[in-house]
């Protein structure tokens, strides 16, 4: 079953532009984290916020967490056309001893050159 | 530092057969876990394993069964192999079994005529 929902479903933005993208979950966790796919490949780890944590940056990546709404946002800054790909979040329970990821449906993103 | 690599990438199977899908972890990595992603879906969570155990299972039946060996690559068996079974497996590997990132192989593409 799917824990997360994100939110949009589909993005669709100029180069340039900023682009976010919105998680929803429903347990406690131990921390969530922000993965990208590109079409038919693997997912890529973008960044990891522990339950303790509000916000976190990498790069062009900021990141949000609110546990008292149980939920996310990931921000791309100055968006690029090969951020073109599907964004999925995923929380790691706190309740279970490994980490059994539960991914959202996922948000695909396209930025127009 | 080699990535986290699965075989075959693609695989034709027919309903009833049995199917081995192989996983080589990223070194310094001693947890593997195990997802299927249906097509425009985000990932489910299979199994995990740590030090050669089961150490934690999602909701699939026990004809998904898997292996951890001693150099920490893994196995992902399915019996009687069913229409439903077609997806992307993936396999991803991390530093421990809890609140790590997992990184992810390419998968590998399973069709079930």
């Known amino acids: 079953s799917q824990q997360g929902e994100e939110d949009p479903q589909a993005l669709s933005i100029q180069e340039g532009e900023n682009a976010t993208m919105n998680c929803s979950y429903k347990?406690?966790?131990?921390?969530l984290q922000w993965y990208r796919q590109n079409s038919g490949r693997g997912l890529v780890h973008l960044i990891l916020?522990?339950?303790?944590?509000r916000e976190k940056h990498s790069g062009r990546l900021r990141v949000t967490l609110d546990t008292s709404k149980k939920s996310s946002s990931l921000l791309i800054t100055a968006s690029r056309a090969a951020d073109t790909a599907s964004y999925f979040c995923?929380?790691?329970?706190?309740?279970?001893?490994?980490?059994?990821?539960?991914f959202g449906e996922g948000t695909q993103l396209t930025v127009n050159p | 530092e080699t990535g986290v690599t699965q075989s075959p990438t693609h695989l034709i199977k027919t309903r009833g057969q049995q199917v081995t899908l192989r996983c080589s972890s990223q070194?310094?990595?001693?947890?593997v876990s195990w997802y299927q992603q249906a097509l425009g879906q985000g990932p489910q969570f299979i199994f995990q394993?740590?030090?050669?155990?089961?150490?934690g299972r999602g909701n699939f039946p026990p004809r998904f069964s898997g292996l951890q060996f001693p150099n920490y690559s893994s196995e992902l068996n399915v019996n009687a192999l069913e229409l439903d079974d077609s997806a992307l497996y993936l396999c991803?590997?991390?530093?421990?079994?809890?609140?790590?990132?997992?990184?992810f192989g390419d998968g590998t593409r399973l069709s079930i005529l």
């Open positions: 991803a590997s991390s530093r421990g079994p809890k609140g790590q990132p997992q990184h």
């Open positions: 347990t406690s966790i131990n921390n």
């Open positions: 916020i522990r339950s303790n944590e």
């Open positions: 995923a929380t790691d329970d706190a309740e279970t001893s490994g980490s059994r990821l539960t």
């Open positions: 070194s310094g990595h001693n947890t």
């Open positions: 394993y740590y030090r050669e155990e089961e150490n």
